[in-house]
């Protein structure tokens, strides 16, 4: 009797550093079970060969940035049943957003020799506004067990089961005394998806915001607080326009606060 068939996976990066790829890799024992559910047919990152073809899931880290790039996507959509996001990059358009806020043209003639030999275009997107997506795991870089938790919902049939709440809520479920409460240190946790352990207010450092924003997050009421501790209007819009700067509640609180 033949052996079933195990699904095939895909690995892709776009305008990305590879962090979230390599959080693949660091998964360590999970990946063993992984590499014997699926079969890895396409990830540069991780083997010589790489099977063409149609994939049963795909997962893309990075941003849309060039013309070729949001053409080679439309590609990968048509190959692949199921598409997962994962990042910063591929979900909220990455670190490289800050490129909508400012004019890429000026930034390509400070950088570049020979700006003309440039193709880019004008933003940084996430892979979403190109194409349909299956699910969008968030992180800079993502958290590994959130990524076991794709794969095997992908391989059980069922919707991936990630945290919608707030860093605060991790706070607390660790135990932490709040950063902004008790020594008025700045800090993105009330906004922030949770999904990292709340690594930073665990040091007794503010919330960078890695995770993109929480399902309705109350940024303006956030910003007052931040307000009330010192930021001027300048450092707020620093603090929103780091990892997901053009995640969309990000973006217009500190357009509301820049532009």
């Not at 933003?123 to 979403?128: E, G, K, L, Q, R």
């Not at 800079?140 to 095997?152: D, G, R, T």
């Not at 209007?233 to 700067?245: C, S, W």
Request: hydrophobic share 40%.
């Amino acid at each position: 009797m033949a052996a079933a068939r195990r699904p095939r996976l895909a690995v892709w990066k776009f305008a990305s550093c590879d962090g979230c790829q390599l959080t693949l890799l660091d998964c360590e024992d999970e990946l063993l079970a992984v590499a014997e559910a699926l079969e890895i047919a396409y990830f540069p990152e991780a083997r010589r060969s790489q099977d063409r073809g149609r994939y049963d899931l795909s997962l893309v880290e990075g941003s849309i940035t060039t013309p070729h790039d949001a053409e080679r996507i439309q590609d990968i959509r048509r190959r692949s049943r199921f598409l997962v996001t994962i990042g910063a990059c591929a979900t909220t358009g990455g670190v490289q957003a800050l490129r909508n806020f400012a004019d890429v043209r000026e930034f390509a003639s400070v950088v570049y020799a020979r700006p003309d030999y440039i193709r880019t275009l004008a933003t940084s997107t996430p892979i979403s506004e190109h194409v349909p997506v299956d699910f969008e795991l968030r992180g800079c870089p993502i958290s590994k067990h959130q990524l076991v938790e794709v794969i095997s919902a992908f391989l059980a049939g069922r919707k991936p089961v990630t945290p919608p709440h707030s860093v605060c809520i991790d706070c607390k479920m660790k135990g932490n005394v709040c950063v902004m409460v008790a020594h008025g240190t700045p800090c993105l946790g009330p906004a922030t998806h949770a999904g990292c352990g709340a690594i930073c207010p665990s040091y007794n450092r503010g919330c960078y915001g890695c995770y993109g924003p929480m399902e309705g997050p109350n940024a303006p009421a956030l910003s007052a607080r931040l307000a009330e501790l010192g930021l001027d209007a300048r450092a707020i819009v620093r603090l929103y326009r780091t990892f997901n700067a053009a995640a969309p509640a990000f973006a217009k609180e500190s357009r509301r606060h820049g532009d």
